[in-house]
């Protein structure tokens, strides 16, 4: 079992930049896929990106393709989410989740069996 905790959300402008982590307890995150969601106001929970237990691939949600990275840190037990070109619409509740060895589907939530409690990203003027 695994407990995730996300932090490094705030306010910034459009075109700023931000980096979320998500901490892990337990020593066995190292075999633990991870990823990103959000949930912007009176929306659903969507995927942003995924990072398997090895770091060796990636996946990302075409709209954050090419500004955000996902990254991780084994010996930190931590994964980060670098959040370039940031746009208003990038607004949202952003979550960590965490399922073991790898999920049926990086993109499906119902993949994941550990979340954290989510941390606010807010991109405005």
């Known amino acids: 079992q695994v407990q995730v905790v996300e932090s490094g959300g705030g306010l910034v402008q459009p075109g700023g930049s931000l980096r979320l982590s998500c901490a892990a307890s337990g020593r066995t995150f190292s075999s633990y896929a991870v990823g990103w969601f959000r949930q912007a106001p009176g929306k659903e929970r969507e995927f942003v990106a995924a990072?398997?237990?090895?770091?060796?691939?990636?996946h990302y949600a075409d709209s954050v393709k090419g500004r955000f990275t996902i990254s991780r840190d084994n010996a930190k037990n931590t994964v980060y989410l670098q959040m370039n070109s940031l746009k208003p619409e990038d607004t949202a509740v952003y979550y960590c989740?965490?399922?073991?060895?790898?999920?049926?589907?990086?993109?499906?939530?119902?993949?994941?069996?550990?979340w954290g409690q989510g941390t606010q990203v807010t991109v405005s003027s």
């Open positions: 990072i398997s237990w090895s770091g060796s691939s990636t």
């Open positions: 989740a965490a399922d073991y060895m790898a999920p049926e589907n990086y993109y499906d939530l119902s993949g994941y069996d550990y």
